[in-house]
Every structure is written in structure tokens, then in C-alpha cells.
């Protein structure tokens, strides 16, 4: 079935690039997502990227998609403490398919 | 504007009990999907809706569970004889009708049954 897998943890230091990885199993996803969950705050769109493309950037964010080993990741430039929080990566189905499929998140800490 | 709101934000009940969770998606989204969420743990699917057709319940854990959004705008989703492994929090989103899901979240509501 389908399956999307995530490292648990991740600590960087302020200022360094941060690079969260994503595996997933279903080889007709058409979009890729990732998701930011602050504490105790809702789940926040950061960026996704269609299944055709390779890469995205948006401002410090660069997703970057290998079709053929199914592995995404994110990477945030100039890491701040702002940006702790859990990243979620989610997969999207062919067809009329209209529900994402999440991994377990990945918690990201940003040391001073 | 305004965001997705949900409702209570937070619900203690006792086994057994009904409970029926409030989501209001952005104005004109057609679509509503709710979620559960346990801690540690990423979302799980419950359902969604188009307007008001169901189109997917196909990760309701069992009959305890069901939704409704009777005028294509706000959603409840009622859970019954309430069991303690029903805890959780309770999400729901909204989205456009694009191709791309881009799927906008409301605060949740934490249920803890007791």
C-alpha cells in the first residue's frame, strides 16, 4: 500500500541549511507536499511540487524531487530558531484521488 | 480573511457519550476534509466532501464515526458512544478545487475521553 516515510528528528545550527528527507511508495503520485506544524498551532502549506518537476525554490525553500528512487526533500537555507517545528511530507494519489497520504513528521531543532 | 474555524477547541467527554465536532471552512472551498491526528503521529484520513456530496469515507475507523456538510459549507463530524481510544485531535481543512491540494488547516479540536 501506499507508504510515506520520514526521519524522526533533525538538529541543525541557526544560520546552517537544513535538509529534511521524504521517501514515499506510490510511484503515481502527481503532487508532493510538505507541511509545517509549529507547537501547538495548526498544520501550514509551505510549498509542493508537481510530480513532472524536479525541482522548486521559494525563497529560502528548495524542493527537490527524484521520481525514479521516490525520495523528496526540503531544504531551508540560513536556518532560524523561528523555524523549529515538525515538517510533515505528504504524497497525492492519481486520479480523482483527493486525499494526501502523510509521513510521521520530521522535528526539526534549531540551536543558537 | 478568515481562516478555517473549528469548534469546540477543546472537548473532554465521557465514554459513551456523543460528541459532535464543528469545522467552517473558507468561504467558497468547495472542499472539506477532516483528519485525526494522534500525538507523534502524522494525519490520518477520515473523510471528505465536495459541496455537500461525501466522496470518500473510506478512513472512518468504524460506524461510531460519520460526517455530514448538509449545505456544501459547514461540517460535523459525529462521533458516537465515545471510547477512550477515540482521543486525539480532530483536524479539518479546506481547499479550492484545483488539481493541487493545497489544503488549509483549522486550529483542530483536542478530544480527550475520559
Known amino acids: 500500500g501506499e507508504d510515506v516515510e520520514q526521519s524522526l528528528f533533525l538538529s541543525v545550527r541557526e544560520g546552517d541549511s537544513s535538509v529534511i528527507n521524504c521517501t514515499y511508495t506510490?510511484?503515481?503520485?502527481?503532487?508532493l507536499y510538505w507541511y509545517k506544524q509549529e507547537p501547538g498551532a495548526g498544520l501550514q502549506l509551505l510549498t509542493y511540487?508537481?510530480?513532472n518537476m524536479d525541482m522548486k525554490q521559494d525563497q529560502r525553500l528548495t524542493v527537490l524531487l527524484n521520481k525514479k528512487d521516490k525520495h523528496l526533500s526540503l531544504r531551508i537555507a540560513d536556518t532560524q530558531t523561528g523555524d523549529s517545528a515538525i515538517y510533515f511530507c505528504?504524497?497525492?494519489?492519481?486520479?480523482?484521488?483527493?486525499?494526501?497520504?502523510w509521513g510521521l513528521g520530521t522535528s526539526l531543532g534549531v540551536n543558537p | 480573511g478568515a481562516g478555517v474555524s473549528q469548534s469546540p477547541r477543546y472537548k473532554v467527554t465521557k465514554r459513551g457519550q456523543d460528541v459532535a465536532l464543528r469545522c467552517d471552512p473558507i468561504?467558497?472551498?468547495?472542499?472539506l476534509y477532516w483528519y485525526r491526528q494522534a500525538l507523534g503521529q502524522g494525519p490520518e484520513f477520515l473523510t471528505y466532501?465536495?459541496?455537500?456530496?461525501?466522496?470518500?469515507k473510506s478512513g472512518l475507523p468504524n460506524d461510531r464515526f460519520s460526517a455530514e456538510r448538509p449545505e456544501g459549507s459547514i461540517s460535523t463530524l459525529t462521533i458516537q458512544r465515545t471510547e477512550q481510544r477515540d482521543s486525539a485531535m480532530y483536524r479539518c481543512?479546506?481547499?479550492?478545487?484545483?488539481?493541487?491540494?493545497?489544503?488549509?488547516f483549522g486550529p483542530g479540536t483536542r478530544l480527550t475521553v475520559t
Open positions: 481543512a479546506s481547499s479550492t478545487n484545483t488539481d493541487a491540494l493545497e489544503q488549509y
Open positions: 468561504s467558497g472551498h468547495v472542499s
Open positions: 466532501f465536495n459541496y455537500e456530496a461525501q466522496q470518500d
Open positions: 506510490d510511484s503515481s503520485s502527481t503532487y
Open positions: 511540487i508537481f510530480s
Open positions: 505528504a504524497e497525492q494519489g492519481a486520479g480523482n484521488n483527493r486525499k494526501l497520504i
